[in-house]
């Protein structure tokens, strides 16, 4: 009796032990950094990111020209380890690698994070700077940034995110939270592996840890607003292809174009296919039997004019180079349809001779590149299907459809804590964010937000970039507007995240 008593207070003692050791842990996470500190750091260590993001620049990998995949996912590895990551692995996913990150800091709050590797495509002689020497240049009303392929989608705003890892370690602070990496190098291309690499089971049970996912982004405007975006567009990406062998019809290899007389085209086959697909204007979709979107709410209707209200017009269409909105609709309307509206969008035509001057040819084949862009309620197959059917009702059914990628859209609760927490810190910043229902472009949030994982998913980031899939794209370093952060703030604004996240009052305070 007396061993088992003894036994009995030993595990209540050990019990005690564990408890008060586990709510020391949770109180030195839930502590107040010392923000001057790594600020400090991150001030000391400006120059050494800034040439770390220029290096990494240096190194595209495309997916569509099947460039340097190997070497991008070991560098994203190599960089991940640097910046403190225990665990990292590159994943084999049957197309480009990914790679898979774990830093655990002891803490009671774990965060995912999702990372590309991979840029766009890019013509040299499109560009007034070298587009992989990634130039520091002067930007008339910015700034001084750093020019080149992915300085802004994503490699900017994702250094700034492994910088701040890095100055909160050599600033001797406590890691706030723990953190799930997870980074792909397909995305450019419509991510068609992203569910082997996330959906592993053991990277999924990692994420299932987290109170949700966010992707590094420079979110402010050249004015320094900033949106937060609930949610997402989906994307198809594909080729239609007529061929004149597929067809039936028309040569089976480029031949005299006087033979046009006596001889079908391709090219005009798929040009006509082309046109059943939208409505006179193209702006209107017209594949039969394809998925309807759900019409806005009276809440998306209310941000949307709230934060079209903020932001100028003028300014808008003239980043843009577009004088009108289709139809001639306002402001307002025009972000409605923006968010609200599915799209198919010819990206290039090719067929033929291309060159200078003239070949006299008639093509045997003839390709457009598409990207189809989704809203809730519709899906990636319901949108394929419809079309391959609908190209088969008009007698198309010999064009072949040739998906190379794509997802569903993606939605957010403004309520989750990642969202409130982004709007705490905005707001301790200066900024009143504005609410958004749903980016126009597209990133592979769906696999975050929909089962098996069902978390929030979204984007966050102070600093300003553009140039995005363009000539000329850029990050803001040095910013010439205080209401805009440069690189260092982007930097803070990370750390001010992470420590939100990692704050048990942290919902709440956002709330407030």
């Known amino acids: 009796m007396a061993?088992?008593?003894?036994?009995?207070?030993?595990?209540?003692?050990?019990?005690?032990?564990?408890?008060?050791?586990?709510?020391?842990?949770?109180?030195?996470?839930?502590?107040?950094?010392?923000?001057?500190?790594?600020?400090?750091?991150?001030?000391?260590?400006?120059?050494?990111?800034?040439?770390?993001?220029?290096?990494?620049?240096?190194?595209?990998?495309?997916?569509?020209?099947?460039?340097?995949?190997?070497?991008?996912?070991?560098?994203?590895?190599?960089?991940?380890?640097?910046?403190?990551?225990?665990?990292?692995?590159?994943?084999?996913?049957?197309?480009?690698?990914?790679?898979?990150?774990?830093?655990d800091a002891g803490a009671p709050t774990t965060v995912g994070v999702y990372y590309m590797y991979d840029v766009k495509q890019y013509d040299p002689a499109e560009w007034t700077s070298p587009p992989l020497e990634a130039r520091l240049i002067d930007k008339p009303g910015l700034g001084k940034a750093v020019v080149g392929r992915g300085a802004t989608n994503q490699k900017g705003p994702e250094m700034a995110f492994l910088t701040a890892l890095h100055a909160i370690r050599d600033a001797k602070q406590t890691m706030p939270v723990n953190l799930v990496l997870v980074a792909e190098g397909e995305e450019e291309i419509g991510s068609p592996n992203i569910g082997k690499l996330v959906l592993r089971p053991d990277i999924q049970a990692a994420l299932k840890k987290s109170i949700g996912v966010f992707m590094p982004m420079g979110l402010q405007d050249p004015a320094g607003a900033v949106t937060v975006n609930l949610g997402a567009k989906g994307v198809v990406e594909l080729e239609l292809v007529a061929d004149g062998k597929a067809w039936g019809r028309g040569p089976s290899k480029d031949v005299h174009s006087s033979l046009k007389a006596m001889v079908d085209s391709p090219a005009w086959r798929l040009v006509k296919a082309l046109d059943t697909l939208v409505s006179e204007?193209?702006?209107?979709?017209?594949?039969?039997?394809?998925?309807?979107?759900?019409?806005?709410?009276?809440?998306?209707?209310?941000?949307?004019?709230?934060?079209?209200?903020?932001?100028?017009?003028?300014?808008?269409?003239?980043?843009?180079?577009?004088?009108?909105?289709?139809?001639?609709?306002?402001?307002?309307?025009?972000?409605?349809?923006?968010?609200?509206?599915?799209t198919v969008n010819i990206q290039g035509l090719v067929g033929g001779y291309t060159g200078v001057g003239g070949k006299t040819v008639l093509p045997h084949?003839?390709?457009?590149?598409?990207?189809?862009?989704?809203?809730?309620?519709?899906?990636r197959d319901g949108a394929v299907a419809a079309l391959k059917a609908h190209l088969a009702k008009r007698g198309y059914g010999d064009i072949a459809v040739n998906v190379s990628g794509g997802y569903d859209p993606t939605s957010t609760d403004a309520d989750s804590r990642l969202i409130q927490a982004q709007v705490a810190v905005l707001r301790r910043n200066g900024v009143e964010p504005l609410m958004w229902p749903r980016l126009a472009g597209s990133y592979p949030g769906f696999v975050f937000t929909q089962p098996p994982l069902s978390l929030p998913a979204g984007h966050f980031g102070l600093g300003h970039g553009g140039g995005a899939h363009a000539p000329d794209e850029f990050f803001l370093i040095e910013s010439s507007n205080p209401k805009v952060q440069g690189f260092d703030g982007a930097v803070m604004s990370y750390v001010d995240y992470l420590y939100e996240l990692g704050s048990s009052t942290g919902s709440a305070a956002a709330a407030k």
């Not at 099947?66 to 084999?92: C, I, K, S, T, W």
């Not at 759900?294 to 949307?304: G, N, T, W």
């Not at 084949?365 to 899906?379: G, N, S, Y």
Request: net charge positive; hydrophobic share 45%; charged share 25%.
């Open 3 to 103: 061993a088992t008593g003894l036994g009995r207070r030993a595990r209540v003692r050990a019990l005690g032990l564990a408890t008060l050791a586990a709510c020391m842990a949770m109180t030195a996470h839930a502590a107040p950094p010392d923000r001057d500190a790594i600020k400090a750091q991150v001030a000391q260590r400006h120059d050494t990111a800034v040439k770390a993001l220029q290096e990494w620049i240096a190194l595209p990998s495309i997916a569509a020209e099947d460039r340097n995949p190997a070497q991008g996912a070991e560098y994203m590895a190599r960089l991940a380890r640097e910046a403190g990551f225990q665990h990292v692995e590159v994943v084999d996913t049957g197309g480009k690698p990914g790679v898979f990150a774990t830093l």
């Open 365 to 379: 084949r003839a390709v457009a590149k598409i990207d189809m862009r989704l809203v809730p309620p519709m899906t």
């Open 281 to 342: 204007d193209g702006n209107t979709v017209t594949i039969d039997g394809f998925p309807k979107p759900a019409p806005l709410s009276a809440q998306d209707r209310a941000m949307i004019a709230r934060s079209t209200g903020a932001r100028d017009e003028a300014t808008a269409r003239k980043s843009l180079g577009v004088p009108h909105w289709i139809d001639d609709l306002s402001w307002e309307k025009a972000n409605e349809r923006l968010v609200s509206q599915p």
